[in-house]
T-cell receptor, first 115, second 110 residues
């Protein structure tokens, strides 16, 4: 099984619908992140969490919310989906072991299309 | 606003050549630097990180960091067609989140 699992892998939804993307990890990492990737715009941070009681907004949090249900689970919700939220969404985890080691482990991604 | 800049490419090199990928960053407080490889439609995969000025080598990959010039590069020796991917530069500014560049597409022709 993958260390970081995202569900669903693909989703098509209608404008105005609420949708939840889920992420679970077996790495035992405290830190979890949600990014979206758009062609020509790269990866942009939506929300991040350093432990169950710590939730922080990233650079593009408007229109999104998150829930950290447990150390291993971090969900991203779109309360009312709009077409410009069509993107590839990645969950990631990290567990810094030293000064330089803040590298992420990514999930396989969720391709979301809002029509 | 913290920025990480990369040439979008594509960078085309023949098989066996050295590929040189470059990245500049705006925040002088940046502490650690990462290179990810991403195949089309797949998730990014960490290939190197560096936090001290100079070179760091791992197999065919060498990361180079120059903090004074705010510049980090990735050299791929003996490039293979399987190295064809988009390479993402990422920077940690001390707040434990990464800012990513938009990536450089590398094409290695047989």
């Amino acid at each position: 099984d993958a260390d970081v699992t995202q569900t669903p892998r693909n989703r098509i939804t209608k404008t105005g619908k609420r949708i939840m993307l889920e992420c679970s990890q077996t790495k035992g990492h405290d830190r979890m992140y949600w990014y979206r990737q758009d062609p020509g715009l790269g990866l942009r941070l939506i929300y991040y969490s350093f432990d169950v009681k710590d939730i922080n907004k990233g650079e593009i949090s408007d229109g999104y919310s998150v829930s950290r249900q447990a150390q291993a689970k971090f969900s991203l919700s779109l309360e009312s989906a709009i077409p410009n939220q069509t993107a590839l969404y990645f969950c990631a985890t990290s567990d810094p072991q030293g000064m330089g080691d803040y590298g992420y482990t990514f999930g396989s991604g969720t391709r979301l299309t809002v029509v | 606003q913290k920025e990480v800049e990369q040439n979008s490419g594509p960078l085309s090199v023949p098989e066996g050549a050295i590929a040189s990928l470059n990245c500049t960053y705006s925040d002088r407080g940046s502490q650690s630097f990462f290179w990810y490889r991403q195949y089309s439609g797949k998730s990014p995969e960490l290939i190197m990180f560096i936090y001290s000025n100079g070179d760091k080598e791992d197999g065919r990959f060498t990361a180079q960091l120059n903090k004074a010039s705010q510049y980090v590069s990735l050299l791929i020796r003996d490039s293979q067609p399987s190295d064809s991917a988009t390479y993402l530069c990422a920077v940690n500014t001390g707040y434990s989140t990464l800012t990513f560049g938009k990536g450089t597409m590398l094409l290695v022709s047989p």
